[in-house]
């Protein structure tokens, strides 16, 4: 099937459009490295908006006909494979007046939805003749998931919702001296942002569109469920909208593949034992949930206990459950910063700790762990004071502290603060210190 006409549209749409408005991030993605670059992440956490405020930098210095973007999830390019690739450059130098005296760039948006796309992208990174830069919303994109031909030949960048210290900026509030707002009665206006996000979370058109953020929130839940998940992987949007809202019911928690079985077969889905890890493996692929191990040095340790389940932002499951509980929450968000501080867990990993064989043991909600060494433990309450903070957050951190080894252990306040062996730290100001 020739699909030159199509790719004609495309091109010719986007070189006759102009760029949007677009908002800095605080991720730096680099204009000459000699590999790949991919841009990760869920859907509509502001990847596209990334490459193009990339692509005006570019245009300061680059002729505009040697930067190509295509989104293949443009309506016109359905169902494109490979062999259809081919046709995209032969279109692109019929349109375009190229600059071969200076370098092409290709912005390859959405690339994950054309059928054997991988080994399209590395004959033509071998031909030395393009700049390539993937985006999508599928963590196979990450250089350790990329298949083997690709594989030590990208670097990738992944992109969540706004961080906190972005959703300030964008709604207007900018921190200059964090040390002073500690003993400051300004930092009652960061608390009130940080319910704000808690409540709305950070996909950036929500943060711009308040009004219309409950909506937005709902139809990005729809298109997880439905084409992220049900059209990608070929599953039953029904029964993935029960799994969903099912699996969100239990966040900050421990995610039981049996319980949720029974709970699927109770509503006569007809599914095998292994449906929920499967789906929820999927879930996991497009960046909607994750999961956290236990820390153990035994594999078999770990297969034997649940993990933790943590959703990808606070706003999906306040729209979702509807009865959200806040220490659930800032834990939630925790977790997803963590994601973001470690590049999506390349600069280190992060496990939850629980004494073994005891239903009822001690616990830590991170460890994190940086090459082969425990750095640090972290629980975290939604408590304004020392009285608050309830005993077994303390007793967790110092049995593991014990046998891990660690000595740095902290505990996320709302809002109270104190040093000591156990430092007890503001959310907000953790949130916003450099790191």
């Known amino acids: ?33 000699g590999v790949i670059v991919s841009i990760v992440g869920p859907r509509r956490s502001g990847k596209t908006f990334l490459m193009y405020g990339f692509i005006k ?19 016109r390019l359905r169902n494109l494979d490979a062999n259809d690739l081919g046709d995209l450059l032969a279109v692109y130098y019929e349109v375009s007046h190229v600059d071969r005296r200076s370098a092409i760039y290709l912005f ?4 994950q939805v054309v059928s054997g796309w991988s080994k399209w992208v590395n004959r033509i990174y ?10 999508g919303s599928s963590s196979k994109l990450l250089s350790r998931e990329l298949s083997t031909e690709l594989r030590g030949r990208s670097i990738d960048f992944t992109v969540f919702p706004f961080s906190f210290r972005e959703f300030l900026r964008v709604t207007g509030i900018y921190v200059q001296e964090l040390s002073l707002l500690l003993h400051s009665e300004k ?57 969903f809202n099912y699996a969100i019911s239990g966040y900050s928690k421990y995610f039981a593949g049996t319980k949720t079985y029974n709970f699927l077969k109770m509503l006569n889905y007809k599914i095998s034992r292994g449906f929920p890890l499967v789906i929820m493996g999927h879930f996991n692929e497009v960046f ?13 340790s770990k297969k034997q206990y ?47 700790w629980k004494e073994y064989g005891k239903a009822e ?25 020392r009285e608050g903070v309830p005993e077994r957050e303390i007793s967790g951190l110092l049995k593991a502290s014990e046998e891990l080894k660690c000595k740095k252990m902290t505990i996320f306040t709302w809002d109270y603060l104190e040093s000591g062996d156990i430092a007890f730290t503001p959310l907000w100001y953790w949130l916003l210190a450099p790191y």
């Open 126 to 135: 071998e031909s030395k003749e393009f700049r390539i830069y993937l985006s």
């Open 187 to 243: 930092s009652g206006i960061i608390i009130g942002a940080l319910r704000d996000y808690i409540k709305t979370g950070g996909f950036p058109e929500v943060v711009s569109l308040r009004d219309m953020g409950e909506k937005l929130l709902k139809s990005y839940v729809d298109t997880m469920i439905i084409k992220d998940v049900g059209e990608r992987f070929r599953v039953e949007p029904s029964v993935l909208s029960v799994f």
């Open 1 to 33: 099937m020739n699909r030159k006409d199509d790719f004609r549209h495309v091109i010719s749409e986007w070189f006759l459009s102009d760029l949007p408005e677009t908002f800095d991030r605080d991720i730096s993605i680099p204009i000459n490295v």
């Open 361 to 385: 043991g001690k616990e830590v909600d991170f460890v994190i762990m940086v090459g082969n060494k425990v750095s640090e433990l972290i629980n975290v309450t939604f408590a304004s004071s």
């Open 57 to 75: 930098r570019l245009r300061e210095s680059i002729p505009i006909e040697n930067i190509l973007y295509v989104n293949f999830e443009h309506e």
């Open 306 to 352: 649940p993990r933790k389940l943590y959703v990808v932002d606070t706003g999906i499951i306040n729209v979702v459950t509807r009865t959200a509980e806040m220490g659930r929450l800032i834990e939630n968000l925790v977790f997803m910063e963590l994601c973001r501080r470690s590049e999506y867990f390349t600069k280190f990993q992060v496990y939850y």
């Open 108 to 111: 390859l948006d959405e690339i």
């Open 288 to 300: 909607a949930l994750f999961q956290v191990e236990i820390f153990s040095l035994s594999a078999k």
